[in-house]
């Protein structure tokens, strides 16, 4: 079986090339030609809206005022004329709710007139407002004291565009979806509402320093790393279609996993597969920008030119489901599990982020005076603070039972958050510390603390790959973000943090320089006190040396290396005051995503675990057998010949003991799945502590097994095959 995959997967590549060569005359279309072009942008809005239905929706757009009535009435005529003249016959409201893929429901633009015949119409209450069947889309147990009901609300700061899908085109509208009395049941409210949250502090600070901003926007680059395989494999592997990743699997043998794959060159299938797919994210406004191959084998990576952070959320789920619907064009697969092949890198998501005012200065940037400076060290150490005092949630927010697999594996950031800040910064930071300690005794010059600041450079980074929250030059890149999920909640944990950061630093600069305080005095104390206060989240070591996890404990650092024990960071009495005050996300809402996270944690792994036993019975075992026998009619035969196969006799007793050890591990993980009942998160702990081990313990025999059958009658396709076959 394992080999009719791999002949599959030849003859597909084969008949590729052959196509690929036959049709390699046609010009490629440009970026730049289609950019944009499938979307209801500023450019279009302006083209075809009254110049007060245009004005008024800029205005919510830049200012986040209220629309009404009458603008959306315009708008979505507009938007109508315009999807119609593009061939849409349908739209829809697009929502992510907290499954973490994206949700859609398709309606008609027509409506019959009564004499036979249809209109295209679309009004503004349909625009703003949808109504799907919120009832299978879960709410985590919110909607059970309330109404069923759930609306989607037009997101008018994420433009419309249009799926083109074979013979049809849809109006894709970016909508919130909320309950009737307005709770967030999706992954963009809370993001919307912290976004409001950060800007309002920021400005704030902003102000102290003389900027006449109102409005200061969290910006979001997010690079995705993913795996491609020939599709052949993919439909061969039981676990691969239904969890994502590979449940049994040896590992390729050491050093076919070599580190020159890292920016090698990319195969030519692959290439043109990541082409196609960047052409149709172009078309749909997704600025894509860089792609090279990962570190693993058949690993790459794809990431935009940052945008403000919704649009940016919305634009990452647009990416991951074009790399998914691409790639089966090419006969590929694509893999955005954090974890698909043991042994193998795992895949990332790492979230640059920064803030940025409404003019599109980047508050994260050094700048070349002195002044910058001082407006960047308190933004800098504001992200220091929130980053220590909010490790908890930060934590939370990237937690998942696949990315249990990856944080913390030696390859991955660990699970302890800390900041990279790199020398220099680092530098800059302590001088502040001591600075301060100087200016004291010479009389309260705190002057010192900021003046002695060097210029700061634009590129203030070295690298270091090992850190879970870097500072690199301009942004922070929050590293421990996974693969497959959502971005939303992590952008939205940090933005929340980052909040109330600045409203304490805000607070206090504010009283400082209440009646003609000395601003850079002010700044010189704070800095060097949040520095004292906050520095031990700032390490720039080797986050993958077991000292680390040492130094860590004896700095009080959170160390939750699972996701069991990260979510309830959730439900602290802290993180729901801090989502409270700032109205990102109330105490019930909360619970509610504390609740999903915890049963997505545990359907997972009753998933998997499932799915092993039924590999482990249908196809591991059927396949030992088999060998089992021809090494048994081989002893035999020799035997019957007068010989002695001591060689056959061994390898039977070790191999039979194997394949007894393997069953046994089977019907044992099979038994303890039966276990149900207790509260969700009492279920998180049992399938963490029982059936992950059991499952691991189950793997590692029927990895044994693998190495130890011959490849013709081995059942599944193997990591060398996946992996190196393309
Ligand atoms: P690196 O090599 O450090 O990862 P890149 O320049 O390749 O840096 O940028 C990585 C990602 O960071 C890109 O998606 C980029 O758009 C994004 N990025 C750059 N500046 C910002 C910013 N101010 N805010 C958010 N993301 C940013
Ligand atoms: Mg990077």
């Given amino acids: 079986m394992g080999s009719a995959a791999l002949f599959e997967a030849a003859k597909s590549i084969r008949d590729w090339s052959v196509n690929a060569s036959r049709t390699a005359s046609a010009p490629p279309a440009t970026g730049a030609d289609v950019f944009g072009k499938l979307v209801f942008n500023d450019k279009v809005q302006q083209e075809r809206l009254p110049k007060p239905a245009y004005r008024a929706l800029r205005a ?341 039972a696949g990315n249990d697999h990856r944080l913390g594996a030696n390859e991955a950031p660990p699970a302890i958050l800390s900041i990279f800040l790199g020398e220099m910064l680092t530098d800059i930071f302590e001088q502040i510390e001591k600075g301060s300690a100087k200016s004291t005794k010479q009389g309260g010059t705190l002057d010192v603390g900021v003046s002695v600041l060097p210029k700061l450079p634009r590129d203030a980074g070295d690298r270091n790959r090992t850190s879970p929250f870097a500072f690199t030059g301009n942004k922070f890149e929050f590293r421990a973000v996974s693969s497959g999920q959502n971005i939303s909640f992590p952008n939205t944990a940090l933005n929340a943090a980052m909040a109330e950061s600045l409203d304490s630093v805000a607070t206090e600069l504010e009283k400082a320089t209440a009646n003609g305080g000395d601003l850079k005095a002010a700044v010189g104390k704070l800095l060097t006190k949040i520095i004292k206060e906050h520095k031990r989240i700032v390490f720039n070591g080797n986050n993958y040396a077991a000292e680390w996890e040492k130094e860590a404990g004896k700095r009080k650092l959170l160390n939750l290396k699972n996701t069991v024990d990260a979510l309830p960071q959730l439900v602290t009495k802290e993180t729901l005051g801090l989502f409270d005050k700032y109205k990102i996300l109330n105490e019930r809402e909360m619970h509610a995503r504390y609740e999903i996270f915890l049963e997505n944690y545990n359907k997972t792994v009753n998933v998997e675990g499932q799915l092993m036993v039924l590999m482990a019975n249908r196809y591991i075992l059927p396949a030992a057998l088999i060998y089992q026998k021809q090494v048994a009619e081989s002893v035999a035969a020799v035997s019957k010949a007068g010989g002695r196969s001591a060689s056959g006799k061994k390898l039977l007793s070790a191999y039979t003991k194997l394949v007894d050890q393997f069953k046994a591990q089977a019907d044992a993980l099979e038994t303890l799945l039966e276990h149900s009942g207790g509260s969700a998160e009492k279920h998180a702990k049992y399938m963490r502590d029982k059936i992950v081990p059991a499952m691991a313990k189950l793997r590692d025999l029927g990895d044994q097994i693998e190495v130890e059958t011959p490849h013709e009658i081995w059942p599944l396709p193997t990591y060398r095959e996946m992996l190196f076959v393309k």
């Fill in 60 to 400: 919510t757009i830049t200012r986040g005022e209220a629309l009404d009535a009458a603008t959306a009435d315009a708008v979505a005529s507009a938007l109508k004329d315009w999807a119609v003249e593009h061939g849409a016959t349908h739209y829809t409201h697009w929502f992510q709710p907290m499954t973490g893929i994206t949700a859609e429901k398709h309606d008609s633009f027509l409506v019959p007139t009564g004499d036979g015949t249809a209109l295209a119409e679309f009004r503004g209450k349909e625009l703003i407002k949808g109504e799907p069947d919120a009832s299978s889309f879960p709410s985590g147990g919110m909607r059970s004291t309330f109404e069923a009901r759930g609306y989607t609300a037009w997101d008018p700061t994420s433009p419309p565009w249009l799926h083109m899908n074979g013979n049809s085109a849809t109006l894709v509208i970016p909508t919130a979806f909320v309950s009737w009395t307005g709770e967030a049941l999706d992954k963009k409210t809370p993001l919307l509402r912290s976004m409001e949250a950060v800007s309002r502090q920021a400005v704030r600070v902003l102000k102290l320093f003389g900027s006449t901003a109102e409005r200061v926007f969290a910006t979001c680059g997010p690079e995705q790393e993913y795996f491609l395989i020939d599709r052949n494999f993919y439909f061969a592997r039981p676990d691969l279609i239904n969890a994502g990743r590979t449940l049994f699997g040896a590992k390729p043998p050491k050093g076919q996993e070599l580190e020159d794959q890292y920016f090698g060159s990319i195969p030519e299938r692959v290439l043109q597969c990541m082409a196609e797919t960047e052409l149709e994210l172009f078309k749909v406004g997704v600025p894509v920008k860089t792609r090279h191959n990962e570190v693993a084998p058949s690993q790459y990576e794809i990431a935009p030119v940052f945008e403000n952070a919704n649009l940016a959320v919305d634009h990452q789920m647009m990416t991951m489901e074009t790399l998914q619907r691409i790639a089966p064009k090419y006969g590929l697969s694509c893999l955005l599990h954090e974890k698909p092949f043991a042994g193998v890198n795992g895949s990332g998501k790492h979230n640059n982020w920064s803030l940025s005012d409404e003019f599109g200065n980047n508050l994260l940037g050094p700048g070349d005076t002195p002044h910058e400076n001082m407006q960047f060290l308190v933004f800098c150490a504001a992200v220091i603070r929130a980053v220590d005092k909010w490790q908890g949630v930060l934590r939370a927010s990237i937690a998942s």
